[in-house]
């Protein structure tokens, strides 16, 4: 079974405030994705990342995968209130396209 | 562009009763569907994935005896929560896998719908 550890779980900041959230795990994945989501609604993708080393961004965002595809991480420059959400870290196995997800961060930016 | 679709968005039951989560994909077909569960401020469970034309694959721990899928189209995933208990409340998510290219979608695309969710009384 491959685990994703997502941290931190809670995160409540200022608005302006720089922020990173982390995931590891043991396991390689063939790709990772981050998503976002909002109370009663279904996860938003935000980014893959495929390639080992990868760096996406997306505005105030920054995406990193690992070198060995075993771990990723999101980077929030300048917090908004409305960067407020669970984000939530998938990482797809190589042979079964199921995706494992962290536990996910809830994100409170204040303003 | 593609879509995913499920219905209802909000259902309340009695316990004991049994409920139906429908789970389309718009403009596009995709022979593997995934369920989800998850609980409030928590991360999404996968319950099992939904193989079209064959038996659904059950993560572990989950009943497939209570959590009925049945995949009869590449385009439709059905849940079926079996005598509902106010256990089974939650928030259930599909996703579609894209087979082939339409509606915008490339093969191997995931696509998450906008969550249904249960509430047994």
């Known amino acids: 079974t491959q685990l994703l550890e997502q941290s931190p779980q809670f995160l409540s900041i200022q608005e302006g405030e720089n922020l990173t959230v982390y995931c590891n795990s043991s396991?390689?994945?063939?790709?990772l994705q981050w998503y976002r989501q909002e109370p009663g609604e279904g996860p938003v993708l935000l980014v893959t990342?495929?390639?080992?080393?990868e760096v996406k961004k997306l505005k105030r965002l920054t995406f990193q995968f690992g070198d060995a595809r075993k771990d990723s991480s999101l980077h929030i420059t300048a917090a908004q209130p409305g960067d407020t959400g669970l984000y939530l870290c998938?990482?797809?196995?190589?042979?079964?396209?199921?995706?494992?997800f962290g536990k996910g961060t809830l994100l409170t930016v204040n303003p | 562009g593609a879509v995913v679709s499920q219905h209802p968005s909000r259902v309340i039951c009695k316990s004991g009763t049994s409920v139906k989560i429908e789970c389309r994909s718009l403009?596009?077909?995709?022979?593997?569907m995934f369920w989800y569960r998850q609980f409030p401020k928590k991360s999404l469970m996968l319950m099992a994935t939904s193989n079209e034309g064959s038996k659904a694959t059950y993560e572990q721990g989950v009943e497939k005896d209570k959590f009925l899928i049945n995949h009869a189209s590449l385009t439709l995933s059905t849940l079926t929560v079996t005598s509902a208990h106010p256990e089974d409340s939650s928030f259930y998510i599909c996703?579609?896998?894209?087979?082939?290219?339409?509606?915008?979608?490339?093969?191997?695309?995931?696509?998450f719908g906008e969550g249904s969710r249960l509430t047994v009384l």
């Open positions: 990342v495929v390639t080992g080393g």
């Open positions: 996703s579609a896998r894209a087979t082939g290219t339409s509606g915008g979608a490339i093969t191997g695309e995931l696509f």
């Open positions: 403009d596009f077909q995709a022979t593997t």
């Open positions: 396991s390689v994945f063939s790709s």
């Open positions: 998938a990482g797809e196995g190589s042979s079964n396209y199921k995706l494992t």
